[in-house]
């Protein structure tokens, strides 16, 4: 019954900035692991970023370390990512989803243990 919904999506040259937000309306995320997905036509979906349950340990995929940020807000109701420095390979639609609610490495659980993905939203690098 419930999705997420994000935003923040849009068309930028190479390097530039967008700040992407995940919301699960009516729910604190706090407690649960957040993952940041991107699917791009013609490739699997890949997680692109994770943060853990409790602890908020972030992990980053390696083409995205020191790039790209992700963070919970002060009202724990929202979970962004920050994308600087943007390059054509990381144009794709981009989803979120919550992991279970434990406190463990966000990277220990498989794509398939997220639920109530979101629709995404486009991310467009492009001169």
């Known amino acids: 019954q419930r999705q997420f919904v994000e935003s923040g999506g849009g068309s930028v040259q190479p390097g530039g900035s967008l700040r992407l937000a995940c919301t699960l309306p009516g729910v604190t995320l706090d407690a649960y692991a957040i993952g940041w997905f991107r699917q791009t036509p013609g490739k699997e979906r890949e997680r692109v970023s994770c943060?853990?349950?409790?602890?908020?340990?972030?992990y980053y995929q390696d083409s995205v370390k020191g790039r790209f940020t992700i963070s919970r807000t002060d009202a724990k109701d929202t979970v962004n990512l920050l994308m600087n420095n943007l390059n054509a390979e990381d144009t794709g639609v981009y989803s979120c989803?919550?992991?279970?609610?434990?406190?463990?490495?966000?990277?220990?659980?498989?794509?398939?243990?997220?639920?109530?993905w979101g629709l995404g939203t486009q991310v467009t690098v492009s001169p």
């Open positions: 989803a919550a992991g279970p609610n434990i406190q463990v490495a966000c990277v220990m659980f498989s794509e398939y243990e997220y639920q109530y």
């Open positions: 943060i853990s349950s409790r602890d908020d340990t972030a």
